[in-house]
Every structure is written in structure tokens, then in C-alpha cells.
């Protein structure tokens, strides 16, 4: 049977999910939108697209040092807005800040334990991002699995030629590398050079001043039919300036800034090329543990059950256990029988 694999940015899910519900409280749990809408769009995908394995990601704790050890300017647009906010908020909103950062905490804690019932997979590394983690495990299992891939890391398009479908949950439809061209004004396989050239303002990587990506097609119109190597750019760059001067025009400032930053070119491919994915020993033993059969014994419908009666989960959902979770059963089946196939060739073995 083939394997229809959902891997998931949790991190971003449950963010998602929190944000997006953070009005559900509960007598027992309190806030509970992310625990709840996160297995809800969960249990959606596994019967959208017949998944029978979830893989869910999580970033570890220090996540992003090694990119940070290349550019200290990394993420720290993140760290610079929290402190500024900080410095301009009341001690009442200081407060309620904290208290979200502990619900968004418990509730994370609790879709892990949750997952351990529902035999969905999950991972998470000390010093390693889960987009390293998702990169890995997409060059490791394309041709062994189908990948369904759900985040909105425009960053995970590096990734298509794998024949792996993302599932960007702004976008109608999942996204594969036949459709790209619908929905991005780029070719799939450029994903890549645009971030090298333009960097990424969410991640506070620096681009080539004066190439966005907007100004970066309108020189390259070809990003937007066939790959593009940035060498090839810059060689192309060179040939518009060098035009200009025999035309006795000036040469584009953009253009020059783009040949004379190999540098900043160098560091970014460092830091946004998924194909080389950064990470440590203990993240690559833990992602050879993903190929371990899982056992049941600790796992099981009545622990699940309890949990969600602790919580007050039915509640939320106002139906019985049996039909919330009976989606999932996909999953636990396949789990169960990789487990039933894994005995019998070792008994066949031994």
C-alpha cells in the first residue's frame, strides 16, 4: 500500500489555530482554540486527501542558532519588536502577553500528548528548525512516500521538483509543481533564487538593495518561464550595465549592487537553501526513529478519551468521541500494520 504522508509546520498550525480561535475557552482547560482547531484541521486533511501516516514538526528549543552563528541578523527582527513592544507596554499588557505565551505553551504540551494516542508521529530537536526537520525528511522518503507538506512557508516551494504537494492553507488549492505558475508570477524551480537575491523580511535576511522581487522580473522576465541560476543573473546583470555604458546611459544602481554583493549571496544560500538542510547527529538519529514501527502498548482510544473528557474537548466539538476521531482511524490502522509486517519479517530473519 502506498503511503500518503501528511507532514505538518506545527508550530505554525497551532499558531494558526490559536489565533484563529482564541475565543473557545473551556470550564476545565481554559483556552483551548489551538488544541482544538489544531486536530480539527488535522483530522480535515487526513479526509481530504486519504492520508494514512502524519509526521508533525516541531521547532526545538534554540531552533535557528546555526543560521544565527552565519548571520547574527537572523530572526533578530523578532527579538528587537518583542523588546520595543515591551518597552511601550503597560505592566496590565506585560501580563496578558505572558499569559498567552503559557496557554500557547500548555496547549502545544497537549496536542503532543494527544498525538502520542493517535498514532501520529512527531519530532523535535534541541537547536534544529523544523523547516530543516520537513526539508530532511522530503529528500529522505519523496520517492518511498507521498508527501503531503502543510505550512505557509513560501520557503518549502524549493522543494516541488520532489514531486511532494504542499498544502498552503491561504491558497484554494494544493499546490504542486505543475500548478506554482497559477498562483506565484515565478517558475517553481526559481523559488530558490528569488529568496538568495531578494532575502526574506520574515526571517530578517538581507537582500540585494533595490532587487525585490517585483524589480527582479521586470530585468529577468524569465524567472517567471524557466530556472535561472543566480550566476546566470549576474552574468545577464553585467550585460545590461555594460549596454548602458556603450549607450552612454547610467548604469542601474540595483544591478551593480547585485555584482557586487557575491558576499551577501553567498550567506544567504547558506541560509535559505532547504537541499541543505542544517542540521546535528541527534536530529538525523532522530529522523532514522521515524522509520520505527510504533508500538501500541501506552496508546489507545480509552487514554485519548479521558484526556478530552479532562479537558472538556467533546464539549467544543458537541458530538460523540467515536465520530471525532474516527478520521483518524486511517492512520492508526497503517500504524498498526507496519508494526504487524515488522514482526513478521524479523521472525522471517531470525
Given at each position: 500500500?502506498?503511503?500518503?504522508?501528511?507532514?505538518?509546520?506545527?508550530?505554525?498550525?497551532?499558531?494558526?489555530?490559536?489565533?484563529?480561535?482564541?475565543?473557545?475557552?473551556?470550564?476545565?482547560?481554559?483556552?483551548?482554540?489551538?488544541?482544538?482547531?489544531?486536530?480539527?484541521?488535522?483530522?480535515?486533511?487526513?479526509?481530504?486527501?486519504?492520508?494514512?501516516?502524519?509526521?508533525?514538526?516541531?521547532?526545538?528549543?534554540?531552533?535557528?542558532?546555526?543560521?544565527?552563528?552565519?548571520?547574527?541578523?537572523?530572526?533578530?527582527?523578532?527579538?528587537?519588536?518583542?523588546?520595543?513592544?515591551?518597552?511601550?507596554?503597560?505592566?496590565?499588557?506585560?501580563?496578558?502577553?505572558?499569559?498567552?505565551?503559557?496557554?500557547?505553551?500548555?496547549?502545544?504540551?497537549?496536542?503532543?500528548?494527544?498525538?502520542?494516542?493517535?498514532?501520529?508521529?512527531?519530532?523535535?530537536?534541541?537547536?534544529?528548525?523544523?523547516d530543516d526537520l520537513i526539508a530532511?525528511?522530503?529528500?529522505?522518503?519523496?520517492?518511498?512516500?507521498?508527501?503531503?507538506?502543510?505550512?505557509?512557508?513560501?520557503?518549502?516551494?524549493?522543494?516541488?521538483?520532489?514531486?511532494?504537494?504542499?498544502?498552503?492553507?491561504?491558497?484554494?488549492?494544493?499546490?504542486?509543481?505543475?500548478?506554482?505558475?497559477?498562483?506565484?508570477?515565478?517558475?517553481?524551480?526559481?523559488?530558490?533564487?528569488?529568496?538568495?537575491?531578494?532575502?526574506?523580511?520574515?526571517?530578517?535576511?538581507?537582500?540585494?538593495?533595490?532587487?525585490?522581487?517585483?524589480?527582479?522580473?521586470?530585468?529577468?522576465?524569465?524567472?517567471?518561464?524557466?530556472?535561472?541560476?543566480?550566476?546566470?543573473?549576474?552574468?545577464?546583470?553585467?550585460?545590461?550595465?555594460?549596454?548602458?555604458?556603450?549607450?552612454?546611459?547610467?548604469?542601474?544602481?540595483?544591478?551593480?549592487?547585485?555584482?557586487?554583493?557575491?558576499?551577501?549571496?553567498?550567506?544567504?544560500?547558506?541560509?535559505?537553501?532547504?537541499?541543505?538542510?542544517?542540521?546535528?547527529?541527534?536530529?538525523?538519529?532522530?529522523?532514522?526513529?521515524?522509520?520505527?514501527?510504533?508500538?501500541?502498548?501506552?496508546?489507545?482510544?480509552?487514554?485519548?478519551?479521558?484526556?478530552?473528557?479532562?479537558?472538556?474537548?467533546?464539549?467544543?466539538?458537541g458530538s460523540t468521541f467515536p465520530?471525532?476521531?474516527?478520521?483518524?482511524?486511517?492512520?492508526?490502522?497503517?500504524?498498526?500494520?507496519?508494526?504487524?509486517?515488522?514482526?513478521?519479517?524479523?521472525?522471517?530473519?531470525?
Amino acid at each position: 500500500m502506498k503511503i500518503r504522508t501528511l507532514v505538518v509546520d506545527s508550530d505554525y498550525l497551532l499558531k494558526r489555530s490559536f489565533y484563529g480561535a482564541r475565543d473557545i475557552q473551556t470550564s476545565k482547560f481554559g483556552n483551548i482554540g489551538g488544541l482544538y482547531q489544531f486536530f480539527t484541521t488535522i483530522r480535515k486533511l487526513i479526509k481530504e486527501h486519504k492520508i494514512n501516516k502524519v509526521v508533525l514538526f516541531f521547532d526545538g528549543e534554540g531552533g535557528g542558532i546555526q543560521r544565527y552563528r552565519i548571520d547574527h541578523d537572523y530572526k533578530a527582527n523578532r527579538v528587537s519588536k518583542k523588546w520595543h513592544q515591551r518597552i511601550e507596554m503597560t505592566a496590565a499588557e506585560i501580563h496578558r502577553e505572558k499569559l498567552k505565551e503559557e496557554s500557547i505553551l500548555k496547549q502545544r504540551k497537549r496536542i503532543q500528548a494527544y498525538a502520542e494516542e493517535l498514532f501520529l508521529r512527531q519530532i523535535e530537536v534541541d537547536d534544529i528548525e523544523a523547516d530543516d526537520l520537513i526539508a530532511e525528511y522530503c529528500l529522505r522518503y519523496n520517492n518511498k512516500e507521498e508527501i503531503f507538506l502543510y505550512s505557509n512557508d513560501r520557503d518549502f516551494a524549493q522543494l516541488l521538483d520532489l514531486n511532494i504537494t504542499i498544502i498552503f492553507p491561504n491558497i484554494s488549492q494544493p499546490v504542486t509543481k505543475s500548478n506554482y505558475i497559477m498562483h506565484f508570477n515565478h517558475h517553481y524551480s526559481n523559488a530558490l533564487v528569488l529568496k538568495i537575491i531578494c532575502g526574506d523580511d520574515a526571517d530578517n535576511i538581507q537582500g540585494i538593495h533595490g532587487l525585490g522581487e517585483k524589480t527582479l522580473l521586470e530585468h529577468f522576465p524569465e524567472l517567471k518561464f524557466k530556472h535561472l541560476s543566480v550566476r546566470e543573473i549576474c552574468k545577464k546583470a553585467d550585460e545590461i550595465n555594460q549596454n548602458r555604458i556603450i549607450d552612454k546611459k547610467k548604469p542601474l544602481k540595483s544591478l551593480q549592487n547585485l555584482l557586487n554583493g557575491v558576499e551577501r549571496l553567498k550567506t544567504n544560500h547558506q541560509l535559505v537553501n532547504l537541499r541543505q538542510p542544517m542540521l546535528n547527529e541527534q536530529a538525523r538519529e532522530e529522523l532514522l526513529q521515524l522509520e520505527v514501527p510504533l508500538s501500541p502498548e501506552g496508546r489507545g482510544s480509552k487514554n485519548l478519551y479521558n484526556m478530552m473528557i479532562e479537558d472538556d474537548f467533546l464539549s467544543i466539538y458537541g458530538s460523540t468521541f467515536p465520530n471525532y476521531v474516527e478520521p483518524f482511524y486511517t492512520v492508526i490502522m497503517n500504524e498498526k500494520q507496519l508494526l504487524t509486517e515488522y514482526y513478521r519479517n524479523n521472525k522471517t530473519n531470525l
